[in-house]
C-alpha cells in the first residue's frame, strides 16, 4: 500500500514539475520574441543615426558621403 501511495505521489509530482517547466519555456519563448523586435528596432535606429551621421559631417566638412562611409581606412577614389 506504502509502495502504490509513493508512486502515486512520485508520479504527480513529476507531472506537476512537467508543466511548470512548459510553461517557463513557453515564457522564455515570448520575451526573447520580445527581445529580438527591440533589437531589430535599435538596429534599425542605429542604421538612421550612422546616416544622420555621415550626411552631418558631410555638409559641415563639405565631403562627399562615399569618403566618410569607408571603414577600411583606404585612399578614397
Request: net charge negative.
Amino acid at each position: 500500500m506504502t509502495r502504490a501511495v509513493l508512486s502515486l505521489f512520485l508520479c504527480a509530482a513529476l507531472l506537476v514539475l512537467g508543466l511548470a517547466a512548459a510553461g517557463i519555456q513557453s515564457r522564455n519563448h515570448q520575451q526573447a520574441e520580445e527581445l529580438d523586435g527591440l533589437k531589430r528596432r535599435c538596429d534599425l535606429v542605429g542604421a538612421g543615426n550612422e546616416s544622420l551621421e555621415a550626411a552631418i559631417l558631410a555638409r559641415e566638412f563639405d565631403l562627399e558621403l562615399e569618403n566618410i562611409a569607408r571603414d577600411d581606412g583606404g585612399p578614397s577614389r
